[in-house]
């Protein structure tokens, strides 16, 4: 979208531009703050893709898809899942239950090393897999549309 | 001052009255319009007012939720959605208009006659407050030791419940791309139909 065509859009792009880190910061605030406040992996991977779908809506679909590839967000989408269940898995080689973070680390009773490091896992895999789909999910509409023209909107 | 209300209690009642009547105006709206880009800004709108009612109500991770997916993605999706139909919606025949409106207040009578059993809002003896729900928050710092309670119980107690949600995410990210494609090989393919224009 980004030419001299569409020059009256200035102001959208100079104002989006230093938006879209501080909203990418803000997700990861929200990730990995997510054990004392509100917020976690599935709000964290739905603001990140908004800094995405910020920068694709004022730069144009192409340049986001150049930044961040489809088959890269829709590999992160299977990535996560596979984490998410990975970790029950692990539990279940460690001779636990399915997702039993307990069990993660071999350690004594009252231990809470399992549970923190297996809730940091499987949030970082909800957070891979939400931004993964949810950008998948966006490029697959937008994709369809060269270029949102001034009179649809 | 109103019966009843004093102080704080007023000025939450007062709150909520306002943003429950904003919602209602911009329910009817989203019913009455027929632009469709309108409809989509104004259920963002929709959104971002409930999760600010979602925080009067002391629901913070609901209404963290209900902001970022309702009032963020959701809308830029209808978006994209959007540009792939048509504008604007047709206006319904005659006698279609009226059942419509008639299951809404058929539902909306029996949701007014279910709340009369409803237990006060937070109060300590309703079932949401007492059973599991204590459970979670005497157990959490001697099991868990997380501080967000509703992180231990999402990620935790109820894990296998999270891992569906994100298969079921990760499901509807499969669908839109089995109807739709992947995005930039469509995109690519109408780039190529306007060059062979050209």
Redesign the interface.
């Known amino acids: 979208m980004a030419g001299p065509r569409s020059d009256h859009h200035v102001i959208l792009r100079v104002v989006a531009k230093p938006l879209i880190p501080i909203i990418a910061l803000f997700a990861l605030y929200?990730h990995f703050h997510?054990?004392?406040?509100?917020?976690?992996g599935?709000?964290a991977g739905?603001?990140i893709?908004?800094a995405v779908?910020l920068y694709a809506?004022v730069f144009g679909?192409?340049p986001a898809?150049r930044a961040v590839?489809?088959?890269f967000a829709?590999s992160l989408?299977?990535l996560?899942?596979i984490i998410?269940?990975g970790v029950?898995v692990w539990a279940l080689i460690m001779g636990g239950n399915?997702?039993d973070?307990d069990v993660l680390f071999n350690e004594e009773p009252g231990g809470?090393m399992g549970?923190?490091y297996?809730?940091i896992a499987?949030?970082v895999?909800?957070l891979f897999?939400?931004a993964?789909?949810?950008l998948?999910?966006?490029?697959?509409?937008?994709?369809?549309?060269?270029e949102?023209k001034d009179e649809?909107? | 001052m109103i019966a009843g209300y004093s102080g704080a209690d007023l000025a939450i009642a007062l709150i909520n009255v306002l943003l429950l009547g904003l919602l209602f105006v911009v329910g009817v709206a989203i019913a009455r319009m027929r632009s469709l880009f309108a409809i989509v800004m104004l259920s963002g709108i929709y959104s971002l007012i409930s999760a600010t009612w979602f925080v009067a109500l002391d629901a913070v991770d609901v209404a963290f939720t209900e902001a970022a997916v309702g009032a963020g993605i959701s809308t830029a999706l209808l978006l994209g959605a959007m540009l792939l139909t048509a504008r604007t919606a047709k206006p319904e025949k005659g006698a279609m208009q009226i059942v419509p409106i008639l299951v809404v207040l058929a539902t909306g009578a029996m949701l007014v006659y279910a709340t009369i059993d409803l237990p006060a809002f937070g109060d300590p003896d309703s079932p949401a407050n007492t059973y599991v729900g204590t459970d979670y928050l005497e157990r959490t710092p001697r099991e868990i030791a997380v501080p967000n309670i509703v992180t231990a119980v999402l990620a935790s107690y109820r894990g296998f419940d999270t891992l569906g949600e994100t298969g079921v995410v990760f499901t509807a990210a499969l669908a839109v791309i089995l109807l739709l494609g992947f995005g930039e090989r469509s995109l690519s393919a109408t780039f190529n139909r306007k060059k062979d224009k050209k």
Do not use: N
Request: charged share 10%.
């Open positions: 929200v997510g054990d004392y406040s509100p917020g976690g599935f709000q739905v603001i893709v908004v779908v809506l679909i192409t898809m590839p489809p088959v829709r989408a299977a996560g899942f998410f269940a029950g399915f997702l973070y809470h549970q923190h297996g809730i499987v949030e895999g909800v897999a939400v993964g789909s949810m998948s999910i966006f490029y697959a509409f937008a994709g369809r549309v060269t949102i649809d909107w």
